[in-house]
């Protein structure tokens, strides 16, 4: 079987991508060696797992952060660099799977997370900056009712006020496409550059006394107390244990993986526009998601080129032709962009779960687990992290409030669930054209 953390690129390499290209690169760590041992040991040098360390870190624990790539490689650094507030479920939805008062619980974590990537950014002097609004776009006409309900239900009995609904006058305004009839424009949420942030939390952990080891692929876990982390190079014993592998998981734990799926995502880089240009196609600089099962999401760089992410594939491979695959949902949203050259193209592998609620569990007292964030974790996994810090020093209670969201395991199995999630999926896009 490949292995998902080399199947579509090279060890050690971040992939080509416009992030990678405006980032200020973090000197390479060294892979773990020999006999260690620590407080905690994280795997996983992602948002969930840098949070968690930098947390843990702050609280005085010996920490050891193990990536088998770099730091932020895998879907930290790639992915569409929105902050979302909000659960990746609806609050309608949520209240229906857990009820009310665990479902304003969650609400109010998501704000807290959103407030707490700010409040890093800020303390770290990041070379980002969180830029607001998230415009929500509806491309079918029968969906705006339901957005404009939404956003009086998070008026009314959320107390949220930065959440209002647009029409279809209104969104032609602020998106200069024909494919949308209206949505929420929320000025909570908002952008930043995801891998800038990734470095930044790197540099805070280090500086906070985090033992940082790359190229540290992890073999084994051995689940007794204390822990033993095995890699290639070194044996590392802990009192605790945190994995944030999200869709990189592997076959690392199978309670995670069977609940825990990875999926590819795509994303394009046009050429960059002119500020007159990149005001008319969307408006005030707010990132733009849709109501596709199979999302199309995009704002501009701070340089203004389009960063377009759109489609999914759902084995190892990625495609051959990453820009023509992605250059087609784009040019549904904006014909007027044809001639528009693009620079980059790059993928990245996320991790689902069936009801696209992240999956926190305790896999045994001493060793946590925080991933499956389903497209929805830039602020959601720098939360896990955090939570997952505030476990180990004796309060569970918000990590526990996140585990008591069921999350099922795939039909199937690990072995069946890719070929059984693409018949869905061709149901969804099917649906998508409805």
């Not at 080509?16 to 290209?21: E, G, L, T």
């Not at 990746?88 to 009820?99: C, I, N, P, S, T």
């Not at 960059?272 to 199979?294: Q, T």
Request: glycine share 12%.
């Amino acid at each position: 079987m490949l292995d998902i953390l080399t199947a579509n690129d090279k060890p050690g390499s971040y992939p080509k991508s416009w992030y990678a290209d405006s980032a200020r690169h973090l000197p390479p760590f060294d892979p773990a060696r020999g006999e260690l041992s620590c407080d905690v040991c994280v795997v996983g040098a992602g948002f969930t797992g840098l949070s968690a360390a930098l947390h843990l870190a702050k609280a005085g624990y010996d920490v050891i952060l193990l990536d088998a790539q770099r730091v932020g490689f895998g879907a930290s650094g790639r992915n569409g660099g929105q902050v979302g507030t909000g659960q990746r479920v609806e609050q309608d939805e949520l209240e229906a799977m857990v009820g009310k008062a665990h479902a304003r619980t969650l609400w109010d974590l998501s704000l807290e997370s959103v407030d707490l990537v700010k409040a890093l950014i800020a303390e770290g002097d990041m070379d980002t900056e969180f830029v607001p609004g998230i415009l929500h776009a509806d491309h079918r006409a029968r969906y705006v009712p339901h957005s404009r309900a939404y956003a009086e239900k998070l008026q009314a009995e959320y107390g949220y006020d930065k959440i209002r609904a647009i029409g279809p006058d209104e969104i032609r305004a602020l998106v200069d496409s024909p494919a949308y009839h209206g949505g929420t424009l929320d000025m909570g949420g908002g952008h930043i550059h995801p891998l800038r942030y990734a470095f930044g939390l790197a540099r805070m952990a280090q500086a906070a006394g985090v033992r940082i080891f790359e190229g540290s692929k992890v073999d084994g876990i051995d689940m007794g107390e204390p822990a033993r982390v095995s890699t290639r190079e070194a044996r590392i014993t802990a009192r605790y244990v945190v994995l944030g592998c999200n869709g990189y998981l592997g076959d690392l734990d199978g309670q995670v993986a069977a609940r825990v799926m990875p999926i590819n995502n795509y994303i394009i880089a046009t050429e960059p526009m002119s500020p007159e240009a990149a005001e008319k196609l969307i408006a005030g600089n707010h990132a733009v998601a849709d109501s596709k099962f199979v999302i199309n999401y995009f704002r501009f760089s701070e340089d203004r080129c389009l960063l377009f992410g759109g489609t999914e594939s759902y084995g190892y491979r990625f495609p051959t032709d990453i820009a023509a695959k992605v250059r087609r949902p784009m040019l549904e949203i904006f014909p007027q962009l044809e001639q528009t050259r693009i620079d980059y193209a790059w993928g990245g592998t996320l991790g689902i779960t069936m009801n696209r609620m992240p999956h926190f569990a305790r896999l045994r007292g001493h060793v946590l687990s925080a991933s499956g964030y389903s497209g929805h974790g830039v602020a959601m996994a720098t939360l896990g992290g955090k939570l997952a810090a505030e476990t180990i020093q004796g309060q569970a209670e918000r990590f526990d409030i996140m585990a008591q969201v069921p999350t099922r395991r795939f039909p199937g199995g690990v072995a069946m669930r890719h070929p059984l999630l693409v018949l869905a999926m061709v149901y969804y896009a099917l649906r998508d054209k409805l």
